[in-house]
């Protein structure tokens, strides 16, 4: 099989997911599945495309989408993994650390870390990114979007995102069965979601990959700006802001790194 093929069945049979659609093009999976009724459907189901044309990050930003690259979505219920409510918040990192952990699969000698709230960077240039929303006809239900550069190489991606992205085929140059890869990041989803509410274990681990630590960052919440110096996150999952008048808690915004 050619590595960019998607063997639904295979995915299917191989995780926890219950139903895999693959599509040719989309203009976002996450939208797709938002406008999906989910009544009578048997749950997770996972849609994934070869092209998104209109591919969502955080806030406005879009995500850049190339042959090769494994971009999907996923609609679940937090309880089929014992996550509590209060524990929600935490779903971005659980997240993120997967998938850092399946790209330190296939990129083991490379420094792969979590950049705070949903973003995976490889040696200081970000891979994969990450959207998470509530199911808006069935609230209870999350909507987790992944798009994941694998054998997209970046050498075709627009100026401007070739000095701050990468892939697993510039990392490595070889390419990667994106079935096995997918396979692969489902299993870890499970691992890291179904420990999300150990706090000790959980947020420890966090730290240990956490891009921001120890550098000087802009916060844009889009109302205020500010700056200061990152000390990781705390046990509910907030991005920690060293300021002249003390540490700030950030629960959302977009970073930038100062002096990068």
Not at 192 to 198: D, G, H, L, M, V
Not at 211 to 225: F, K, Q, T, W
Request: hydrophobic letters at 40%; charged letters at 20%.
């Amino acid at each position: 099989m050619n590595v960019d093929e998607i063997d639904c069945r295979l995915i299917e049979q191989g995780s926890w997911v219950e139903q895999v659609e693959w599509l040719a093009e989309v203009d976002s999976t996450n939208r797709f599945l938002a406008n999906e009724t989910m009544t009578g459907r048997n749950l997770p189901v996972l849609v994934g495309a070869n092209t998104q044309t209109a591919g969502r990050g955080r806030g406005s930003n879009s995500w850049w989408s190339a042959p090769g690259s494994l971009t999907f979505s996923i609609v679940f219920d937090p309880q089929q993994f014992a996550i509590p409510t209060s524990f929600l918040p935490r779903m971005s990192l659980s997240t993120g650390m997967a998938v850092r952990k399946t790209v330190a699969r296939w990129l083991p000698e490379s420094n792969v870390q979590v950049k705070w709230p949903n973003d995976v960077y490889v040696q200081g240039r970000k891979v994969a990114g990450l959207l998470i929303e509530s199911h808006p006809a069935s609230p209870s239900l999350l909507i987790v979007g992944i798009g994941l550069n694998v054998n997209n190489s970046l050498q075709s991606a627009p100026q401007q995102l070739q000095a701050k992205a990468t892939s697993i085929v510039d990392m490595s140059g070889s390419e990667a069965s994106r079935t096995d890869v997918l396979i692969q990041l489902l299993e870890d989803l499970e691992h890291e979601w179904n420990r999300i509410a150990t706090a000790s274990d959980f947020l420890e681990d966090y730290r240990n990959h956490c891009y921001l630590s120890g550098r000087n960052i802009l916060v844009n919440d889009g109302v205020d700006e500010i700056g200061g110096l990152c000390e990781g996150v705390d046990a509910e999952g907030a991005l920690l802001v060293r300021l002249p008048v003390g540490v700030q808690r950030i629960f959302a915004g977009t970073i930038e790194v100062i002096g990068e």
